[in-house]
């Protein structure tokens, strides 16, 4: 390891959405935060070097995107998950969320029905519900320990109408990595019934050894053709802040819709840091995200080896990817209120809440393993103490 992901950065007082609002969000500011998907990381050293050379500049005036950037993309895509991307189908976003919201407010009608896979990151339901569309739910069900989907009920929302579907690959909270088969079955129903994908793949990169990611566009040209990808460089190497993201679409009319969309709006402005952070991150940062993976790897081996010796009774499900772990905590027989309470006055950490996942997520949690070591130990210590006291 070059890097040491067991310093804590301060991030206290630096107007952080994940360390500066315990005492508003969860009633103390000495709660321990490992809820909100950021990282307590360093961003890689190139990307940090680039942002001071920005900053240096000292007038920040409107920016424009090179080629340079497009072409990290471009080559990262190739190199790290073999999907050849053309230069033209990039379109950059302020964030994937954005995007979301965008493609749901232009590919489907008012009133609509839009397909997600419950339980799932929380604004897929608020794009769809702040855009006046009618949320249709495939939920997924657990067999051999993980998330699955129940493509028959799919097939019964498709035949109800359903248009459009926010796919989440891999899965947030549930660290699924979609095998080809079961996305290649999916994208088939799709294309059986006329229906756009919007395949949310931010976690892509975020993947443990013996799983492989698949791009959904990638499957065939056909699903490429019906296919809108939501990417950022942002989860991957800790720049959410920076609000940078990028949709890849094949498809040229569907293109021009969202470009013309956020033209509209006067959101498809270049950034003054952004682009060179992210062009940084991607053609700099890959030993930079080998080292973190097996940081966050021995960080998800030691949590759960950590419940089945002190929490034998809560149900981890073992994630193939991402910096997530979804745990069942229902054997507690606590409803919301008992777990907001078990966590923030008694344990003192904050962890997320699964209901905000949707109603499968009651009784569910999710860790943010994004963090030092030590911190998870403390963390979780606080977590086993607090139920045994209970
Ligand atoms: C599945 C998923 N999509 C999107 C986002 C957020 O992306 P952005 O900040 O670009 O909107 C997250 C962040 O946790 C996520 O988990």
New binding site residues.
């Given amino acids: 390891m070059t890097i040491n992901f067991d310093e804590l950065i301060d991030r206290r007082n630096t107007r952080s959405y994940k360390w500066d609002q315990s005492e508003k969000l969860f009633g103390s500011a000495d709660i321990l935060p490992l809820w ?2 950021d990282m307590d990381f360093p961003s890689p050293s190139a990307v940090q070097e680039v942002l001071k050379k920005r900053a240096d500049i000292s007038a920040y005036g409107y920016a424009v995107r090179g080629d340079s950037y497009f072409e990290s993309i471009v080559n990262w895509y190739s190199r790290r998950h073999n999907w050849k991307i053309e230069q033209h189908w990039i379109t950059d976003s302020p ?4 995007s979301l919201s965008l493609a749901v407010e232009l590919f489907t009608e008012p009133g609509g029905q839009v397909v997600l896979q419950s339980p799932v ?1 929380y ?1 897929f339901y608020d794009v769809i519900e702040s855009n006046d569309r009618v949320l249709a739910k495939n939920p997924l069900v657990i067999r051999n320990g993980r998330y699955e989907m129940d493509l028959d009920h799919l097939e019964s929302l498709f035949k109800d109408g359903a248009k459009l579907l926010l796919l ?1 690959s891999p899965h ?1 909270p549930g660290g699924r990595v979609w095998d080809r088969e079961e996305l290649l079955q999916l994208g088939e129903l799709c294309l059986r019934y006329g229906v756009i994908v919007v395949s ?1 793949e ?2 892509c990169d975020l993947v443990f050894p013996g799983h492989v990611h698949t791009p959904f566009a990638t499957l065939s040209p056909e699903i490429a053709d019906i296919t809108i990808t939501t990417l ?1 460089a ?2 991957t190497f800790n720049l ?1 802040g920076l ?1 940078t ?1 990028f949709m890849i679409t094949s498809n040229n009319k569907m293109r021009a819709k969202l470009e013309k969309r956020l033209r509209t709006l006067s959101i498809h402005m270049a950034h003054h840091f952004a682009q060179d952070a992210v062009e940084a991150a991607f053609n700099e940062g890959e030993q930079w995200l080998e080292e973190l993976l097996t940081y966050v790897h021995g960080n998800l081996t030691y949590t759960l080896d950590f419940f089945q010796e002190h929490l034998p009774q809560i149900e981890p499900l073992k994630p193939d990817g991402t910096y997530l772990l979804w745990f069942d905590c229902r054997a507690l027989g606590l409803d919301k209120r008992g777990l907001q309470e078990l966590m923030f006055k008694k344990a003192k950490v904050a962890f997320s809440e699964g209901s905000v996942f949707g109603s499968e997520g009651e009784g569910w949690l999710r860790i943010n393993l994004a963090c030092p070591r030590f911190i998870l130990e403390k963390a979780l210590t606080q977590f086993a103490d607090a139920v045994k006291r209970r």
């Fill in positions: 909100v998907a964030s994937v969320v954005t990151y604004p989440c947030n949310d931010i976690h950022a942002t989860k959410p609000q993201s």
